[in-house]
T-cell receptor, first 115, second 112 residues
Framework: GAGVSQTPSNKVTEKGKYVELRCDPI?????LYWYRQSLGQGPEFLIY????????DSGLPNDRFFAVRPEGSVSTLKIQRTERGDSAVYLCASSVLAGDTGELFFGEGSRLTVL | GNSVTQMEGPVTLSEEAFLTINCTYTATGYPSLFWYVQYPGEGLQLLLKATKADDKGSNKGFEATYRKETTSFHLEKGSVQVSDSAVYFC???????????FGTGTSLTVIP
């Protein structure tokens, strides 16, 4: 498709389980971002990729969170030993260039619920 | 540090009313400023932007002016429509990195 695609759209899991969230950016976009949005809050930065490498992972809350982008396109956000506080909508966005002050294109998000 | 503070909602207006959603920011350096909108069931999308002081961003009848002296980027529209019902997010990027900082969002409902 033409836009940023995220799967799954909804994920319900139990505390302690492992979760993977996938993002397929717009073709040709070199920059990819992960954000987390909790209820009533704005998107909170997690990690940013330029190509295959994580250029800035300062927003990852702890070492249970990890993200990869092995071929510079699709990215996977991985959460180990999930906790109830991880429940949120995880947003992926892409843009044409790194550090471009133009537009971020967002997916519709993956809603994670940890029971 | 970098942060965005925007007017809390929810905001409910009648169709054709005037809209203002306040946004102020704190930033290092000279940020670019944005308004993003999230319509029901959709992802965030860029509404307008301004990259330097005194610039005015505009789109779909919405406007916002980058005011460095008041560190503000208030969103305005002269006559809202039902289709403008959405959540509006003010955001900045400091241009020294790749992070975008978002406000908490303001929910707007326009009633016929």
């Amino acid at each position: 498709g033409a836009g940023v695609s995220q799967t799954p759209s909804n994920k319900v899991t139990e505390k302690g389980k492992y979760v993977e969230l996938r993002c397929d950016p717009i073709s040709g976009h070199t920059a990819l971002y992960w954000y987390r949005q909790s209820l009533g809050q704005g998107p909170e930065f997690l990690i940013y990729f330029q190509g295959t490498g994580a250029a800035d992972d300062s927003g990852l809350p702890n070492d249970r969170f990890f993200a990869v982008r092995p071929e510079g396109s699709v990215s996977t956000l991985k959460i180990q030993r999930t906790e109830r506080g991880d429940s949120a909508v995880y947003l992926c966005a892409s843009s044409v260039l790194a550090g471009d002050t133009g537009e971020l294109f967002f997916g519709e998000g993956s809603r994670l619920t940890v029971l | 540090g970098n942060s965005v503070t925007q007017m809390e909602g929810p905001v409910t207006l009648s169709e054709e009313a005037f809209l203002t959603i306040n946004c102020t920011y704190t930033a290092t350096g000279y940020p670019s400023l944005f308004w993003y909108v999230q319509y029901p069931g959709e992802g965030l999308q860029l509404l307008l932007k301004a990259t330097k002081a005194d610039d005015k961003g505009s789109n779909k009848g919405f406007e916002a002016t980058y005011r460095k002296e008041t560190t503000s980027f208030h969103l305005e529209k002269g006559s809202v429509q039902v289709s403008d019902s959405a959540v509006y997010f003010c955001a900045l990027t400091p241009n020294t990195g790749n992070q975008f900082y978002f406000g908490t969002g303001t929910s707007l409902t326009v009633i016929p």
